[in-house]
T-cell receptor, first 111, second 116 residues
């Protein structure tokens, strides 16, 4: 059964680095791994995506090991405004029609 | 430009009634997606459209759910004979094309459906 696993919640303080890992055992070999952020009463929004190794943009880094069975979203120096739910998105078939979002990780950042 | 819009923003209905939820994607986006988010749950993928065609409808929870898209633009998700377990936020997203997770999806604010 296609499935992703993320921690339900994480707590952090402002200025710390936060790493959220998503496990996804049998994802499509030709597909990317994408992470989204969702604030209350809003739809998710794109953060970062990658296929393998490491990707970095202005807001986050994404680490993907060679076996692609997991991916880790890294948020450097979080602030209060990073408090949100974070989802990984993968596809579990080569056609990419089985899109699976993880159940999400609720990150709470405190001062 | 305008983002993805959904209407209504909130809908309260009685068990057994039919409801229609509407999604207006970003202009020029050929792919459109529907998701369901129940309280405290993640996003459940329901269906996607490439143009007006939905290649895979297996994600729809039951035969009470149907979706259509016309003119490669607006889409409606219809739930017939609503049940209380249908209560959730229904999210729509669109993207330039359909390439699986590789294609960035732009989400609307959702429709909050409450079935009494």
């Amino acid at each position: 059964l296609a499935k992703t696993t993320q921690p339900i919640s994480m707590d952090s303080y402002e200025g710390q680095e936060v790493n959220i890992t998503c496990s996804h055992n049998n994802i499509a070999t030709n597909d990317y791994i994408t992470w989204y952020q969702q604030f209350p009463s809003q739809g998710p929004r794109f953060i970062i995506q990658g296929y393998k190794t490491k990707v970095t943009n202005e807001v986050a880094s994404l680490f993907i090991p060679a076996d692609r069975k997991s991916s880790t979203l890294s948020l450097p120096r979080v602030s209060l405004s990073d408090t949100a739910v974070y989802y990984c998105l993968v596809a579990f078939n080569q056609a990419g029609t089985a899109l699976i979002f993880g159940k999400g990780t609720t990150l709470s950042v405190s001062s | 430009g305008a983002g993805v819009s959904q209407s209504p923003s909130n809908k309260v209905t009685e068990k057994g009634k039919d409801v229609e939820l509407r999604c207006d994607p970003i202009s020029g986006h050929t792919a459109l997606y529907w998701y369901r988010q129940s309280l405290g749950q993640g996003l459940e993928f329901l269906i996607y459209f490439q143009g007006n065609s939905a290649p895979d409808k297996s994600g729809l929870p039951s035969d009470r759910f149907s979706a259509e898209r016309t003119g490669g633009s607006v889409s409606t998700l219809t739930i017939q004979r609503t049940q209380q377990e249908d209560s959730a936020v229904y999210l729509c997203a669109s993207s330039l094309a359909y390439l699986g997770p590789q294609e960035t999806q732009y989400f609307g604010p959702g429709t909050r459906l409450l079935v009494l």
